[in-house]
C-alpha cells in the first residue's frame, strides 16, 4: 500500500477542563475524498485547527505528510506544505478583485516586496481554467455569487499547490444544483491526486461524494469506515452515544400551555415552527449547529425579528419587537455566548445582576434605590449559592459555573414565567453542569416554563421533559423525552 | 484611619488631587507675584467652569464608547443662533430681560437640537459616533460661518454679560453653574437608573441590548445631555467674551479629550468618574494658565498638552497591560 498523504497519530488536544481530542490517529490517502464526520463539539473543528497549524497538539502526537513527520505546524508552514482549509465563510477578501484573492496565498509565500502581475494573472487564470470554471478576473468578490466565492476559495487553494482542500460544511449555503457542481468539482480534484476532506453533516451528501469517512465522538476517534461498510442508521449510531453520566430526571406530561409558537417563520432563518411550552416544563431544542434553534428562540426574546406566525402566551397573542417587550410578557432569554452577550465581565457581580431590574429599583425621578438594590443581590447570591459570595466581584474573576449562576440570578430577578436558556451549559466543567441541570429543574418544579437549547443530547435527555428536534430551519419532530434515546433524536436532526 | 487614607491616595482621584496641588504649589514658588495674584486666581476661577462643563460633556460622551468631535460648534452655533436672536430682540424691543430670556432658551434649545442630531444619526442610523461627530463638526462650524460671514455677532444686552462675569457671594456666576453641572453630572452617573445603562453599555453594548436596556433610546438621550451642556458652555463663553463667534473655545476640544482620559475616563467606554474629570481639568487648566504666565508661546502650550495627553493614555494602557498581566 502506498504511504498515505497524511498520517494523523496519536493527535490530542486539551484545553483547560475540555479535552477537545483525546489520542486520535487515522490516515487520509492520496487522491481520496475523506468525510470527518461527528456531533457539534465531537472535535472536528479542533482537528481542523490543528491541520492547519492554529494550534498545536499535545506533546506525543505526530502528523506525517508522506511518510514525512511535520515536526512544527504553524498556519504558513502548514500551506506551504500544501494544506489548504476553506472555511464556511471562505476567508476571502470581499473588496478586493478575483485575482488579488486567487493569488493572495502567493504574495506571502515570495515573501517579495514587490507585485508581478502578469504572473499572478497567469497563475488565476490557469486555477480556474484547472476547475473549469469562468470567473472574470477583476470582478470584485464581493459582487459573486455565494457558490461562485466558493469556487474563487477553491481556486486559491489550486493556485498554493494544495495537496490536501478541507472543506468545512461546504454545502451549507448551496442551491442543489451548486452542490452538484461543486461535487463534480471536488471529483475532478480527487482524480488529479489532490485529497479532500470533507465536513458536513448532510448524510446524503456524505455518501454521495466521498470515499471513506472518519467518525469521531467526543474528542475520541471511534473509526474509519468505506462508503458501503455503513448505512445511515449504522453511522448515526457511531457518532452518538457520548458517554456522560448525568442525572436522568423524570419525565412528566404537563398540559398547561404557556408558550405557544405558530407557524413561525423567517425567510434565510427558520420555517413553520410550531411548539408549546406547559407550565413547569423544560422543553428542549436541538438539532445540528445551523437548524435555526438559536434564531428561534431569539425571535421570542425579540432580537430577531420574524416575518409570519405567531406567539401565544397564556393564550393571548403577543407582539414581541424587542426584548422589552419580551420582558414585559415575563420572557428572559440567557444567550449562549456567557462571555461576550451575558455579562459585562469588566463591571462587578452587583451591577451586572441590577441590569435587567434596573426599571424596577428607580423611582419616578429614575434614581436607583440603592438599599434595595444591595438587598436584591444578595438575596439571588444566597438563593443561587454563588461562590464567592462578594457583590463587589467583577464578573471576570468568576467561574463558568458561577458566572452562568450571576446571568440566571439576573433574569430570575425580573421574575420571568419563561426562561430560555441557549446552551446553559457551554464551557462548564462537569460537575458544574449537573449543579446548573439541577437548578434549571427545581426553577421548572416552581411553575417556571424553560426552554433548554441544547446540542448537547445527553442533557437534553437528563433534564427535558420534551424535545423540540430542528433540522435545516424546520422542526422535524416533537417528542416526550420518556424512554427516548440519543439515536431517536439524531435520526431526526440529521 | 490610616489605610483610609492610603485608599484615598492610592485610588486614581487621589493622585490627581497629589498632582493638582503639586503643580499649584510648582506654580507658586516659580512666579509667586503672577501666579497667586488676585487678578490670576480669579481669572482661572471665571475659565474653568467653561472648560469644565465641556470636559464633562466629553466625558459623558466617552463613556458610552463613543466620542463627540462636534462639543465646541456645537456650543458656539447655539450662541451665535441665541446671540443672534438675543441682539436683534434688544434692538427692536429694547427689553433687555425679554431679550436675555429669549437668547438663552434659544441657545438651549438649539444645543439640544445639536446634540439630537449627533444622537439620531450615531444611535438609530449606526454611524460610528467619530465620523459621525466629525461630519456633524464640519456641518455646525459652516452653519455658523454661514450665519455670521466670519464676524462676531454681538449687541448683547448688559443684563447678559453678568452671567459669565459678575460673583454672588463672592462665587463667580459661571462657577455656580459648574457647581450645579458637577451636582447634576454626579448624580446622573452615580445615582441613576440611566447612569447605570450609560455604563453598561459603554463595557458592552450587546450585553446591555440582551438585558432589555434600550441601547439605542439611551445614547440618542446621551448625546442631547451632552449637546445641552455644550450649550450651557456656550452661554458663559458669550457672555464672557460679549460676543458669539464659530471659533470661541475651539482649542477646549481636544483639551476635553485630555481632561477627560486624565481624570479616569477609559477610551473605550464604561468607565468614568466626574470628580476625576474635574480635577483633570483643573490641573490642565492651571498649567496652561502658569505656563501663560511665564510666557511660553501659545503653541509650545499646544505642544506640552499634546504630549500630556499622549503620555497619559501610554501610562493607562501600560498600566491596564500590567494588571491583566499580573
Redesign the interface.
Known sequence: MATPLIEIDHISKFFPGVKALQDVSFSIETGEIHALIGENGAGKSTLIKILSGIYQPEPGGIIRMEGEQLSHLDPLTSLHHGIVVIYQDFSLFPNLSVLENITLGRFVKRGRKLVDYKEMRKVASKSLEQLGVEIDLDTSLGDLSVARQQLVAIARALANNAKLLILDEPTSSLSSSEVDKLFEIMRSLKSRGISLLFISHKLDELFAISDRFSILRDGRYIGTYGENELDDDQLIALMVGRQINYTIYPKRYLDDPLLEVQHLTKKGNYKDINFTLHKGEILGITGLVGAGRTEVVKSIFG?NSSDEGSILFEGKEITIK???D??TSGIA?I?ENRL????????SMR?NL???I??S??NS????D?SEREKIVKEWVARLEIRPDNPDLLAAKLSGGNQQRVVIA?WLA?EPKILIVDEPTNGIDVGAKAEIHKLLRSLAETGLGVIVVSSELPEILSICDRVVVMRRGRVTADLHCEGLNQEDIMSKAI | MQSKLKKVFSSKEGVLFVIFVLIFILMSILSPHKFLSNYNIQSLAYQLPEFGILSLSMMLIIMTGGINLSLTFTATLSMIVGGLAMSSSFESTGMAFLSVLIGVVIMLLVSAVLGMFNGLVVSYIGVTPMLATLGASTLFEGISLNITKGGAISGFPFMFLNIGNSAILGIPVPMIIFIVVLVYMW?LLE????G??I??IG??P?????????VKKILFQTYIISGILAGIAGIIMASRYNSAKESYGSSYLLQSVAASVLGGTNISG?EGKVLGTLLAAMILQIISSGLNIFGLNRYLTNVLMGFILILVLAINFITDYLKKNK
Request: charged share 20%; hydrophobic share 45%; net charge positive.
Open positions: 432580537l424587542n426584548p422589552t419580551a420582558m432569554f444567550p461576550s452577550e451575558g455579562l459585562v465581565l469588566r463591571k451591577e441590577a441590569l435587567t434596573l426599571e429599583l428607580s425621578f429614575g434614581l436607583i440603592q439576573k425580573t | 448624580i445615582k441613576s437608573r440611566m447605570a445603562a455604563v453598561m463595557c458592552n450587546k450585553v446591555a441590548e440582551y438585558s432589555g436596556i434600550r464604561g
